[in-house]
């Protein structure tokens, strides 16, 4: 069951900017992981539904949350279905992301009263998916549309909250970029997670990564 209702993580995906996007086969590494990412200001989290048996690293991690990151809030992502959208509710996921919108998905979602934040990659589906109550849409993938694309979309339809993934850099440039388009937070994978930073669990560069994205991003928006 989620420990967070549908406002407070909304909430705090705009406040902060940024979630992290992580998956690992590991649950000891996905703790520490998220535990450095906890200490680096990080308080929403996405673990992406991949690899076999990943629902049971996320209930692992789940459980870690709750009592050694009371503050975090943990979702799931890569979802495609309702039934795997209603295993992870059932694990705690206090949000639902996937790659594609699924009617189907949002009614478990939305009985539930837990955002689902679906993949579009066009202006029909965002408004097809905000219908479904879905108040956060992701733009997706970030580097095929680009922030061009957030930009044209909220021309026609400002009230639009949108997140991006894929693409998303660690850098000013790319992040000013991307907020001055118009979203409302980014996610980041592979590029705040660097492969031989996780082989060699140097979880203090992963705190420091975090902090310097959320710094960029306080930075942006003061600018703006």
Known sequence: MARFNKIQVIQTMSETGMI?????????????????????????????NRGEFAHEVFGELSRFAAAECKDMILGVGSIVD?????????????????PLFNPDVAKVANRRLI??????????????????????CKVFPGDVLGPNFVKGLKAPMP?????????VKPDENNLKAWF???????????????????????????????KNVLNIIKYIRKES
């Open 115 to 136: 955002p689902y934040i679906p993949g579009c990659g066009s202006v029909s589906e965002v408004g097809l998916a905000q219908e479904a109550g879905c108040d956060l």
């Open 82 to 98: 309702a039934p795997t959208a209603s295993l992870y509710i059932q694990l705690g996921a206090n949000f639902v992301v996937g």
């Open 159 to 167: 009230w639009s909250l949108l997140m991006v993934t894929g693409g």
């Open 20 to 48: 992290p996007v992580f998956r690992h086969h590991d649950a000891e590494t996905a703790k520490q992981v998220m535990k450095a990412c906890y200490a680096g200001g990080v308080r929403i989290f996405e673990f992406t």
């Open 180 to 210: 001055e388009a118009g979203v409302t937070c980014v996610g980041m994978g592979s590029n705040l997670f660097p492969k031989e930073v996780i082989a060699a669990r140097d979880w203090n560069l992963i705190t420091e990564l975090c």
